[in-house]
């Protein structure tokens, strides 16, 4: 007896794979003192993605996200730097999905993630000197894939979600407190948002419809022979 099976499979990618993407920051630095005016400070930050390419519609998969390590500048634009701090990073909530859950890994190190309103920031209460290497915990993405099949969920940085290049809703922040010349110990406010209308994605995961077509089976038993 011969048994064979045959069906046609529309699912999720066997495993996630990683994406690197390095995103463009167009940057304002609003020092705190009428004495000097706005200034760009323009700089690019280097993101990996885990995420599987594509994922069964109405069903949830997890988007792992984080920020290389950055190193606190010993000056800036010429000038000493003493310390950053505010430093967050914010996402919405991608396109054709619907949120879940998200954690960091590892936890706490003064490092905290939230979702309001569509955006989901991670934020540190820490301080940092120059030199110094800010390694920002792995952001754990649950969504659920709510599009319409064949439709793409794009994951992009933005500090709202219905619109981009906002420097007053950044998509990147941190707060320098510098030594200026005769003025001192002055903070400045560093306001960035990801280049581009909308940016460029991370990363992008297809919806694939459900199996539609189940398995079949074909029994094939041999003529019985004579007596």
Request: overall charge negative; hydrophobic content about 35%.
């Amino acid at each position: 007896m011969a048994l064979s099976l045959a069906g046609v499979t529309g699912g999720v990618d066997a495993g996630a794979h990683n994406q690197t993407s390095a995103q463009f920051f167009q940057c304002i630095a609003y020092p705190n003192t009428n004495q000097a005016g706005p200034q760009e400070a323009n700089q690019t930050l280097t993101f990996q993605v885990n995420a599987v390419d594509n994922v069964v519609f109405n069903t949830n998969y997890t988007t792992s996200i984080i920020m290389d390590p950055i190193t606190v500048p010993t000056d800036f634009s010429g000038i000493a730097v003493n310390n950053i701090r505010d430093v967050y990073l914010k996402f919405p909530v991608p396109t054709n999905a619907t949120y879940q859950s998200v954690s960091l890994s590892p936890s706490g190190g003064g490092w905290s993630v939230s979702q309001s309103g569509g955006i989901i920031t991670i934020a540190s209460s820490n301080t940092y000197g120059p030199g110094q290497v800010v390694t920002p915990p792995t952001i754990n993405l649950v969504l659920k894939a709510t599009g319409a099949t064949f439709s793409q969920i794009p994951v992009r940085l933005g500090g709202s979600p219905n619109g981009f290049n906002n420097v007053s809703n950044p998509s990147y922040h941190l707060t320098a407190n510098v030594n200026a010349p005769v003025i001192g110990a002055l903070d400045v406010d560093v306001r960035c948002y990801a280049d581009g209308a909308p940016p460029q994605s991370l990363h992008t995961t297809l919806i694939v419809p459900p199996d539609v077509i189940p398995p079949s089976a074909t029994i094939t038993v041999p003529a019985s022979g004579g007596t």
